[in-house]
């Protein structure tokens, strides 16, 4: 037991892992390396991994409480479930394909503790080389955000706070500042908000979930913030297994699901137009692009793929 790792905490770290043994591995090292005033319990839900994670995180890290299920639950009900029985006064979600700086953790608590009306916070992110990471946070669905993405203004204008108003294009991350959304990978939240608001929505099986929850919480009169004092390293995508075209598809739905849940039902049928112009809008471009640019074939199989499961991905979830 490590000098944070104590009898009585007040933060339980909740590591969801499949199939990410030695990255998982690095991030517990790095969490208790760097925690030094926060008192802390970690559980490790491991999600029937084929590849020893169960086996290597007992052996290495005794003091953590390992969950080793016989089947694949999912990120959302995994933390459900450990989230279910956590009797700290708060909760930290941690990727395992993260690693974190110096004093992330403690610096994110004190933030916490200062800013009781944020009632979710989250920090920077980096990638490995030391530059940013934006997807550490985001603003909410917005019918003019989602013309910016189907049109691909977004993309085009991506350090634009009008034309990337979801991703604040122009902010680096580098100061305080109140979200819509903060990312799953490095998100603290009271015990006592997680419960009031349920935990997450199962309903969101791959993605979004976090920002239902975000929205949630805001309806009940809390500003999610981000600290840049708490800094992680996160590598984004390592610990799933889909291909481009299938996550490109989760995201579709989780997207459409989260404009079905907190936009007006008005707005609704424009958020699922827009979606189509971006689906089959890229499909048909890059589909002629195909035509006069070999490497672009690729690509172009890709939206195909997305585009032929259009029924999928327009029920949401």
Same mark, same amino acid.
């Given at each position: 037991m490590t000098?944070?790792?104590?009898?009585?905490?007040?933060?339980?770290?909740?590591?969801? @892992?499949y199939?990410?043994?030695?990255?998982?591995?690095?991030?517990?090292?790095?969490?208790?390396?760097?925690?030094?005033?926060?008192?802390?319990?970690?559980?490790?839900?491991?999600?029937?991994?084929? &590849?020893? @994670?169960?086996?290597?995180?007992?052996?290495a890290?005794?003091?953590?409480e390992?969950?080793?299920?016989?089947?694949?639950?999912?990120?959302?009900?995994?933390?459900?479930?450990?989230?279910?029985?956590?009797?700290?006064?708060?909760?930290?979600?941690?990727?395992? &394909?993260?690693?974190?700086?110096?004093?992330?953790?403690?610096?994110? $608590?004190?933030f @916490?503790?200062?800013?009781?009306?944020?009632?979710?916070?989250?920090?920077?992110?980096?990638?490995?080389?030391?530059?940013?990471? $934006?997807?550490?946070?985001w603003?909410?669905?917005?019918?003019?955000s989602?013309?910016?993405?189907?049109?691909?203004? +977004?993309?085009?204008?991506?350090?634009?706070?009008?034309?990337?108003?979801?991703?604040?294009?122009?902010? +680096?991350?580098?100061?305080?500042?109140?979200?819509?959304?903060?990312?799953?990978?490095?998100? $603290?939240?009271?015990?006592?908000?997680? &419960?009031?608001?349920?935990?997450? &929505?199962? =309903?969101?099986? $791959?993605?979004?979930?976090?920002?239902?929850?975000?929205?949630?919480?805001?309806?009940?009169?809390?500003?999610?913030?981000?600290?840049?004092?708490?800094?992680?390293?996160?590598?984004?995508?390592?610990?799933?297994?889909?291909?481009?075209?299938?996550?490109?598809?989760?995201?579709?739905?989780? =997207?459409?699901?989260?404009?079905?849940?907190?936009?007006?039902?008005? +707005?609704?049928?424009?958020?699922?137009?827009?979606?189509?112009?971006?689906?089959?809008?890229?499909?048909?471009?890059?589909?002629?692009?195909?035509?006069?640019?070999?490497?672009?074939?690729?690509?172009?199989?890709?939206?195909?793929d997305?585009?032929?499961?259009?029924?999928?991905?327009l029920?949401?979830?």
């Amino acid at each position: 037991m490590t000098s944070t790792e104590t009898a009585s905490p007040d933060l339980t770290v909740i590591v969801v @892992s499949y199939n990410t043994r030695d990255l998982t591995l690095k991030a517990l090292e790095t969490l208790y390396a760097t925690t030094k005033e926060t008192r802390f319990h970690t559980v490790v839900y491991e999600n029937a991994s084929s &590849d020893g @994670s169960a086996e290597a995180i007992a052996a290495a890290f005794p003091q953590v409480e390992l969950i080793a299920s016989d089947e694949n639950v999912g990120f959302a009900k995994a933390n459900n479930i450990v989230a279910a029985t956590a009797t700290t006064e708060w909760l930290l979600l941690l990727n395992p &394909d993260t690693e974190c700086h110096e004093g992330a953790v403690d610096n994110l $608590m004190r933030f @916490s503790k200062a800013h009781p009306e944020a009632g979710i916070t989250g920090g920077r992110t980096v990638f490995p080389d030391g530059s940013l990471n $934006m997807a550490s946070c985001w603003m909410r669905i917005t019918p003019w955000s989602s013309v910016c993405k189907a049109t691909g203004l +977004q993309f085009i204008f991506s350090n634009s706070d009008f034309f990337n108003s979801e991703g604040m294009g122009n902010w +680096q991350r580098d100061t305080v500042r109140e979200v819509d959304v903060v990312q799953g990978s490095f998100f $603290m939240i009271r015990r006592a908000l997680w &419960d009031e608001l349920g935990g997450f &929505d199962l =309903r969101y099986f $791959m993605y979004g979930e976090e920002a239902d929850l975000c929205l949630r919480a805001q309806a009940l009169g809390y500003r999610p913030m981000i600290t840049p004092d708490a800094e992680i390293m996160h590598l984004a995508g390592a610990s799933t297994s889909h291909s481009p075209a299938r996550k490109q598809i989760y995201l579709a739905k989780a =997207r459409l699901t989260l404009m079905e849940d907190h936009w007006p039902a008005w +707005q609704v049928p424009f958020g699922r137009a827009t979606l189509i112009l971006w689906g089959g809008g890229r499909a048909l471009i890059l589909n002629l692009a195909a035509l006069l640019i070999r490497r672009k074939r690729g690509s172009a199989q890709k939206w195909r793929d997305i585009w032929a499961d259009r029924k999928n991905w327009l029920e949401a979830y």
